[in-house]
């Protein structure tokens, strides 16, 4: 250590630790902030904060997703943001106190973080050309920042000069900070003044940073907009009108059609990708004799069919709401792979997403005459929307989500299911994935207040691509009773169920089960959603006043 160091070192250790901390959120705020402005403009997806939370999300444990999504449901990426918001400035005070106290060694902590970030973020799936770019920048902004605030910070415990600070007027001060360098033989208030003014100064400029480039995001734009002047062609074949009656005309009733706005969304992507239809296409390859490659002009020219396909989560829980019924309209998968002619020993298809996800579907199931396992492009009479997968994704009746919807689909490899794993499949979850039988209790709603008299209990029932031909319903144990069902779309879609009950003040207990048209029973044991789906009947605890 050199002389001048350990002197500034020797100084350093009367600077209270809290300008340390003060120091390193700052400088870490401002870097952060410009990290994300940067990403903005030049590569949206490789946002620092978006490469650590991908990171995190692709390394996190099974169990963690489970417990993710049962705190959090689908606010689940917000609270990974704000997680990794708060540790970040934690370590940030932290390091701020060390460079306070060993100069040099937090400003080469923050340097060396945001080279490591850079580094994820080119170990991303498909990075773009500057995706090191925000993270690095991010890292030497804040080492500097933190460098010259600490300095600030040491340089007003110097001793002041002759005399002490008590005659100088804080109000002959000038209110705007004159820079960061030297101030070691101004008063104590001044220089306090000037360390509180330029670490509140970096923090605000960071602040800024971040909402300019929230509000930026270039990528998101175009694409929007792209999406917004679309106009998707009609349907070849058209989807059956939902049924009269399909929908049962009770106040708070689920919509057997739900919109898109409020359909759930479940990915790994914490930034929807932004895929522009003019550079999307699909590449059907592996064990096929002849790879095929289709472009969004293309797909759109083939003549699409319209579906109605229920779609659900292999991690809802009994009683859940990973569940949404839509309109799909696509082209069938098994069109495209007769192109292909896939070789006899395949019998998996590895979708892959333009970020990384994949998906392993049965080469059968997609091959089925009967089952419309679809490249979907519009939902509702929309467009996808981008976080259902614009510009196209998979749709295929009975199977969860996490083996069949890719969504923002780009490839598909015909394979085996000894040579590939998707995934979830890596992470522990089954390679395949058939929806289980399940019921579930939407009225009365759980929580809410019900007065004795004369009532209704109605839900939803589902096993896509089998179907549902009975529900019933028992109360505080007593006699199981056969709901009605309401006309169901088709047996790839929910049905809703109801039943009248006369309520009795006092606290009740609501029971439901399904029966599919295979005249199986939806099985009481109750499982984990992990590693293929819950299983087990809803129970709904209600209070009769
Ligand atoms: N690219 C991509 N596609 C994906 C996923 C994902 O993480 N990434 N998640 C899957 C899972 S687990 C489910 S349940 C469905 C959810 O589709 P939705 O968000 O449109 O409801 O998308 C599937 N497709
Ligand atoms: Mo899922």
């Given amino acids: 250590m050199t002389r001048e160091a350990d002197a500034s070192t020797r100084v350093a250790a009367k600077a209270p630790a809290l300008s340390g901390a003060a120091a390193g959120v700052a400088s870490v ?28 999300i692709d390394l996190a444990p099974p169990w963690a997703k489970d417990a993710a999504i049962t705190l959090f449901g689908t606010a ?4 990974l943001l704000i997680g990794i918001a708060v540790v970040l400035l934690v370590l940030a005070a932290l390091v701020g106190v060390l460079e306070l106290r060993r100069p040099w060694y937090g400003v080469v902590v923050f340097a060396a973080l945001g080279a490591g970030a850079a580094l994820l973020a080119m170990l991303r799936p498909e990075p773009v050309a500057l995706a090191w770019l925000p993270s690095l920048a991010a890292g030497l902004i804040a080492a500097t920042a933190l460098a010259l605030l600490t300095q600030l910070a040491r340089a007003r415990t110097v001793s002041p000069p002759a005399g002490d600070d008590a005659g100088a007027s804080p109000d002959a001060e000038p209110s705007v900070p004159d820079g960061p360098e030297g101030g070691s033989r101004m008063p104590v208030a001044t220089t306090r003044r000037r360390f509180l003014a330029w670490t509140g100064a970096a923090a605000a400029a960071g602040v800024l940073a971040a909402i300019a480039g929230t509000a930026l ?18 349907p070849a074949v058209a989807a059956p009108a939902v049924p009269a009656g399909a929908q049962l005309d009770l106040t708070g009733m689920t919509p057997v059609v739900t919109p898109n706005a409020s359909f759930y969304r479940i990915d790994t992507a914490l930034v929807v990708p932004q895929v522009d239809p003019s550079d999307w296409s699909l590449r059907i390859h592996g064990l096929v004799e002849n790879e095929v490659e289709i472009g969004w002009d293309e797909l759109l020219a083939l003549p699409l069919e319209e579906s109605w396909t229920t779609l659900a989560c292999v991690s809802n829980p009994v009683g859940g709401d990973l569940i949404g019924n839509a309109k799909w309209l696509g082209y069938p998968i098994r069109r495209l792979l007769e192109r292909a002619r896939p070789t006899s020993d395949a019998d998996m298809v590895l979708s892959r997403s333009i970020d990384g996800f994949t998906a392993s579907t049965p080469l059968e199931v997609l091959q089925e005459e009967g089952r419309n396992a679809i490249l979907a492009v519009g939902m509702n009479d929309e467009p996808l929307p ?4 614009f510009p196209v994704r998979m749709v295929v009746p009975g199977l969860y989500g996490y083996v069949s919807a890719t969504k923002w689909v780009t490839e598909l490899e015909v394979t ?18 058939p929806i289980k039988l ?12 019900l007065s004795a008299g004369d009532t209704t209990i109605a839900g939803v029932a589902w096993q896509q691509h089998v179907g549902i031909a009975k529900v019933e319903v028992q109360v505080d144990g007593g006699p199981w009773r056969e709901a009605t069902l309401a006309s169901a779309i088709s047996d790839d879609t929910w049905v809703q169920w109801s039943i009248p009950w006369t309520a009795e003040r006092g606290a ?38």
């Fill in 217 to 234: 995001q270039a990528g998101a734009r175009t694409v929007t907009a792209v999406r917004q002047a679309l106009r998707l062609p009609a």
């Fill in 438 to 449: 399940q019921s579930r209790i939407d009225l009365p709603r759980s929580g809410q207040g």
């Fill in 508 to 545: 009740h207990e609501i029971r439901c089960r399904a029966t599919n048209t295979a005249g199986e029973l939806q099985t009481e044991a109750d499982a984990w959603p992990a590693p293929d789906g819950a299983t087990g009947w809803q129970q709904l605890n209600v209070d009769v006043s």
């Fill in 386 to 389: 981008a976080e259902h997968g």
């Fill in 29 to 56: 705020v401002l870097g952060a902030g410009i990290g994300e402005l940067i990403a903005a403009t030049v590569a949206p997806s490789a946002s620092p904060f978006a490469v650590i939370g991908g990171t995190l």
């Fill in 76 to 79: 689940d990426k917000l609270a």
């Fill in 416 to 433: 085996r299911f000894d040579k590939a794993t998707a995934y979830w499949t890596t992470r522990g979850w089954s390679a395949k994935g």
